[in-house]
């Protein structure tokens, strides 16, 4: 079974702090994804990577980055923490051969005051 | 820009009530296309999905969707819902370019709330 796992569940944070959310996979996927899902939008593309210490921006990459040190290991950073930053995050990962499946961990609800 | 639409955003059934939900995208070329579940306080999980062949494709729990190419649509269906199948439904498309990046554009989301 594939197992995506996302460091916290639930994260209070002030504006202007410097938010990490990591996300670890177990099985050696090239892939990997950070999306935030809100209420009536779905789910949006922030971030992505294909291969260690390579990324692509997705829909909405303004206010975060991202690192890819380990191929295991995908992180995703708030700068500068707003409210608008409010959101569930979830990561996800797939093997990078044709159509295959994303998977996708528990989700980080991120509340910032 | 490629896009997804699923036309209910909120739906409430009655045991035993007949499901569809609506999915449309926008994107003219070949298209890898999913459903995906996410049941309260759990993952979001992966519930069938198409890429070629039988346009009817099942899925688990009795889920199944059709593929109409020349609608752009995949609808998800089941006979008869159950308390247990309250959740948001997402449908979602990998059109063709994306390769192997196995990048995924999501709809906003259909909340299914099922009464006993």
């Known amino acids: 079974d594939v197992k995506v796992t996302q460091s916290s569940r639930y994260l209070v944070k002030r504006t202007g702090e410097k938010v990490f959310l990591e996300c670890v996979q177990d099985m050696d996927h090239e892939n990997m994804f950070w999306y935030r899902q809100d209420p009536g939008l779905g789910l949006r593309l922030i971030y992505f990577s294909y291969d260690v210490k390579m990324k692509e921006k997705g829909d909405i990459p303004e206010g975060y980055s991202v690192s890819r040190e380990k191929k295991e290991r995908f992180s995703l950073i708030l700068e500068s923490a707003s409210t608008n930053q409010t959101s569930m995050y979830l990561c996800?990962?797939?093997?990078?051969?044709?159509?295959?499946?994303?998977?996708f961990g528990p989700g980080t609800r991120l509340l910032v005051l | 820009a490629q896009s997804v639409s699923q036309h209910n955003h909120h739906v409430i059934l009655s045991e035993a009530a007949s499901l569809e939900l609506g999915c449309n995208y926008s994107y003219g070329g070949t298209v890898n296309l999913f459903w995906y579940v996410q049941y309260p306080g759990q993952h979001l999980q992966l519930l069938l999905k198409y890429f070629s062949g039988d346009p009817l494709v099942k899925g688990i729990k009795g889920f199944e969707a059709e593929f109409i190419k020349s609608k752009f649509s995949f609808n998800l269906r089941k006979p008869s819902v159950q308390w247990s199948d309250t959740a948001e439904y997402f449908c979602a498309v990998n059109p063709n370019y994306g390769g192997a990046t196995n990048k995924l554009i999501f709809g906003t989301g259909t909340l299914l709330a099922v009464q006993p």
């Open positions: 996800a990962s797939t093997r990078q051969r044709y159509q295959e499946t994303q998977y």
